[in-house]
């Protein structure tokens, strides 16, 4: 079950943040192979004095946190950031405009259901 922490500068429409963060998960669900039910996202919008963001970046830069359980190759990192920009590309964020962070914290690390992600069946492989 990834996390995904998205950071935008205010002033979205609410069309235009629901097409965000429908190009992340979909980019997940097709690069990283989650199922397409496993879906754990937060939106915050800042003003501008509150969301600094790198010289020669537009008002659209995005900042993507991924928060997501060890194990995947690094091919499939690779394939899942390609992915995530040429989505958000798609829907005129270019890939200029956007960062992404892949954190994977240990699975003992992650508490789901009351337990430790290591002692839990995900349903789905993390070695891809």
């Known amino acids: 079950m990834p996390k995904v922490k998205i950071d935008i500068r205010r002033g979205r429409t609410g069309e235009e943040k629901q097409q965000i963060m429908d190009a992340i998960h979909d980019a997940m669900v097709e690069s990283i192979k989650i199922p397409k039910h496993d879906r754990l996202q937060i939106l915050h919008e800042h003003d501008a004095d ?19 359980y060890p194990g995947r190759s690094i ?24 960062m992404v962070i892949l ?25 891809v």
């Open 75 to 98: 091919e499939t990192k690779r394939l899942l950031l390609k992915t995530i920009a040429k989505k958000l590309e798609e829907i005129g964020i270019q890939a200029h405009d956007t």
């Open 103 to 127: 954190n994977e914290p240990p699975l003992d690390h992650w508490g789901v259901d009351g337990k430790p992600a290591s002692e839990m069946q995900f349903g789905y492989r993390l070695d």
């Open 50 to 68: 509150q969301f600094m963001i790198p010289e020669g970046k537009s008002e659209r830069f995005t900042l993507v946190e991924i928060s997501m």
